[in-house]
């Protein structure tokens, strides 16, 4: 029996309909930052990866990681976490800086999402230092059993994606 597959493109006019960003703290695993990256082109979420990373972050490397979605992904690269808060007060979009944390205490569920919101995931490794975390606009969980650290950034990130784009509308 053969199977139908439909397949549904992201054309620019969505793209360019969903402000919601995607902030990566300095990634510390490639194939995270690959997963997410590739996230972002399927659903045409700007990808903002803030500096330095764990691991080569060279076109090559990126390439290999983001496998040829990499061409889809609006990225934007930053060397530095001063670099990326100079060009976000440069820009006017009105945008939170929404940081998923295992330190706060708002579910992500009962926060209400815009959509010029930016979705700001730490280090694997570390999560986000003090600083950055007290620059956020707002800090949420995502709820697990007791016992248990956290989830899978690349995971993590999905799942906070979805819930934003679900209450925006823009899914």
Known sequence: MMRRHTTFQLTLVEAEAKPMKIALYQPDIPQNTGTMLRMCA?????????????????????????LDYLAHVDLARHASW?????????????GRLVLLTTHAELRYTDFRFAAADTLLLGRESAGVPDDVHATADARIRIPVRTGLRSLNVA?????????????????
């Open 42 to 66: 399927c659903l045409g979420i700007q990808a903002h990866v803030i500096g330095p990373a764990g691991f080569d972050f060279s076109d090559r490397a990126l390439r290999r990681a983001g």
């Open 82 to 94: 001063s670099d990326y808060l100079a060009e976000r007060s440069a820009k006017t979009d009105g």
């Open 155 to 171: 995971v993590a990130a999905a799942i906070a994606t979805g819930e934003a784009l679900r209450q925006t509308g823009a899914l």
